[in-house]
T-cell receptor, first 114, second 111 residues
Framework: DAGVIQSPRHEVTEMGQEVTLRCKPISGHNSLFWYRQTMMRGLELLIYFNNNVPIDDSGMPEDRFSAKMPNASFSTLKIQPSEPRDSAVYFC????????????FGQGTRLTVV | GQQLNQSPQSMFIQEGEDVSMNCTSS?????WLWYKQEPGEGPVLLIALYKAGELTSNGRLTAQFGITRKDSFLNISASIPSDVGIYFC???????????FGQGTRLTINP
């Protein structure tokens, strides 16, 4: 089992550019979370999908952020346009089948917006 | 913002010492979890607690779910160099899928 796979691991982009972060959850898991980690605010939940449907997006900071899960094996988090304050590590997490609590995290994407 | 107060923020200990850290909240949580994060990696689940008063061990790690459901602690016995990292508590509320995380405890071990 390859675990949760995120790409890219690092992304540096200029302010105003569109950024797309990708996640491949653990095979067979039908739920997925996106979290953001910063020094100031720690780990924060952005959005939660179940069966590819967004269930709770109350953590998405602004309309510049959007997330999709077109199928059970792929999700994207897009920021358009990006701003320096979006710089953070973005994690995707995949809980086990039948459960929501014990989420397995990917290695994260470190985003730097300059 | 954060709803879990985790302490201490950092610890500097000697190898072999025991470690204790805790999380408190003004809110009730149905589940408490403890994660460890190492540089450049995502958090890794150490222990999950599902019932108030539950005491669970995982090797040298022991964690308890507070009886009021508003707190939890994690103990590490006989620390070793590979215990270095940032430890996070996380709570899940009833009818909520996502986790609320503490700010983390950074553990440094002097050999």
């Amino acid at each position: 089992d390859a675990g949760v796979i995120q790409s890219p691991r690092h992304e540096v982009t200029e302010m105003g550019q569109e950024v797309t972060l990708r996640c491949k959850p653990i095979s067979g898991h039908n739920s997925l979370f996106w979290y953001r980690q910063t020094m100031m605010r720690g780990l924060e939940l952005l959005i939660y999908f179940n069966n590819n449907v967004p269930i709770d997006d109350s953590g998405m900071p602004e309309d510049r952020f959007s997330a999709k899960m077109p199928n059970a094996s792929f999700s994207t988090l897009k920021i358009q346009p990006s701003e320096p304050r979006d710089s953070a590590v973005y994690f995707c997490a995949s809980p086990p089948i039948g459960g929501l609590t014990e989420a397995f995290f990917g290695q994260g994407t470190r985003l730097t917006v300059v | 913002g954060q709803q879990l107060n985790q302490s201490p923020q950092s610890m500097f200990i000697q190898e072999g010492e025991d470690v204790s850290m805790n999380c408190t909240s003004s809110s009730i949580f149905n589940t408490w979890l403890w994660y460890k994060q190492e540089p450049g990696e995502g958090p890794v689940l150490l222990i999950a607690l599902y019932k108030a008063g539950e005491l669970t061990s995982n090797g040298r790690l022991t964690a308890q779910f507070g009886i009021t459901r508003k707190d939890s602690f994690l103990n590490i016995s006989a620390s070793i160099p590979s215990d270095v990292g940032i430890y996070f508590c996380a709570g899940q509320k009833k009818n909520s899928a996502g986790l609320v995380f503490g700010q983390g405890t950074r553990l440094t071990i002097n050999p």
